[in-house]
């Protein structure tokens, strides 16, 4: 075995030695270690490099994903802290995005660069690395074409990563499955449902995505009063119980604008509906509406306001008796006692 031209180690000891058998062993002993370690060091470099880019970019994601006039609007006061804008922003939604991409974008990265670093130290040693190119080709397509459902998951998971369309701790309905999302990955989706269940979805067979938590969320109730109801107090006193919850201390940033009275919503066949919508922080609809329902129970009650609600009805006919039996009964004086009927019912 000689030395090749690039193998300077070698080189160097065959012109010194002039022994071919101590130029070789020099060269693996020196030269194959001191180049994989050279490689690996690379590797490192490029890989720390790249991940101070990815960082910045994420840095400037975390404050830059919102729109300016929105970002503006929102900066301060009870929007600002409804969605936590002032505080950590580790526990805002924003920055859980921004740490899932840049967390996917360092593993591509790693992952690219130990595999370039890898072929180049297989080189070195020399071993011809265009078979497993070509291997690796063959493997891709092979896979491309056998796992279709598998390819399908992750570029969806990419694609709804980068969109966002939902991130961890959103309240989401993803159609066979509704709950707050636990954890998401390139495959699948891992969500927990009101009950306590958990649900993997496949990223691929997400058709469509309700999410509950972006940005804000609103409130909408329908209340119900009766027709001889006057709907002008109605309306008055479901905007005072409104603005009272909005200067309510304990839900100051829960609410984040001025509810409003929308009006009469339905006609039904025993109510009239008025509608009432709070626009709340992410997460907090629920809440809000569990605190105005309970005031608009007392305040009704407070007020003499009638909620109507389904009544039933029951009413008696004759039971059909044989006509022999009737005549015989009409010749005879009517005895005491309860008539025969049979009984039914109706609900309106």
């Known amino acids: 075995m000689t030395c090749s031209s690039d193998e300077n180690i070698c080189t160097w000891v065959l012109e010194q030695t002039g022994s071919q058998p101590l130029a070789t062993v020099s060269d693996w002993i020196l030269g194959k270690p001191s180049a994989l370690v050279g490689l690996i060091l690379i590797g490192l470099i490029v890989r720390w490099l790249l991940h101070r880019v990815i960082d910045r970019v994420i840095k400037r994601a ?3 994903m919102l729109p300016n006039r929105l970002s503006r609007a929102i900066s301060g006061g ?3 802290a409804a969605l936590n804008l002032t505080e950590d922003p580790g526990y805002t939604r924003r920055v859980q995005r921004a740490a899932t991409m840049g967390s996917l974008l360092k593993s591509i990265v790693s992952g690219v660069v130990f595999t370039v670093i890898a072929l180049m130290a297989i080189s070195e040693l020399g071993y011809d690395i265009a078979p497993l190119i070509a291997s690796a080709g063959i493997i891709g397509v092979a896979l491309g074409f056998g796992s279709q459902a598998l390819v399908k998951d992750f570029l969806s998971g990419i694609f709804m990563i980068f969109e966002d369309q939902y991130g961890v ?3 989401v309905d993803l159609g066979e499955a509704a709950g707050t999302v636990e954890a998401v990955s390139l495959r699948v989706t891992r969500l927990r449902d009101v009950n306590g269940t958990v649900w993997y979805v496949r990223n691929g067979e997400i058709l469509r995505v309700g999410n509950m938590s972006q940005n804000w969320a609103r ?3 329908d209340v119900k009063v009766a027709y001889g109801e006057d709907l002008a107090r109605v309306q008055r006193v479901l905007s005072e119980l ?6 309510d201390e304990d839900f100051k940033g829960r609410v984040i604008e001025e509810p409003s009275v929308w009006g009469v919503q339905e006609l039904g066949p025993d ?3 008025v509608r009432v919508a709070l626009k709340t922080a992410p997460l907090e609809q629920w809440a809000v509406a569990r605190e105005m329902r309970a005031r608009i129970k007392a305040r009704f009650d407070h007020e003499g306001f009638e909620v109507p609600f389904t009544q039933q009805v029951v009413w008696h006919r004759e039971a059909e008796r044989p006509q022999q039996q009737a005549s015989d009964e009409d010749a ?6 309860p008539a025969q009927t049979e009984a039914g019912s109706v609900t309106t």
Do not use: F, K, S
Not at 242 to 247: F, K, P, V
């Open 62 to 64: 975390e404050v830059g």
């Open 78 to 80: 009870r929007v600002g």
């Open 169 to 171: 701790g959103d309240e």
């Open 219 to 221: 409130t909408v109730l």
């Open 242 to 247: 409104a603005h009272d919850i909005w200067e």
């Open 271 to 273: 109510a009239v509906v």
């Open 332 to 337: 005879q004086p009517p005895a005491d006692g």
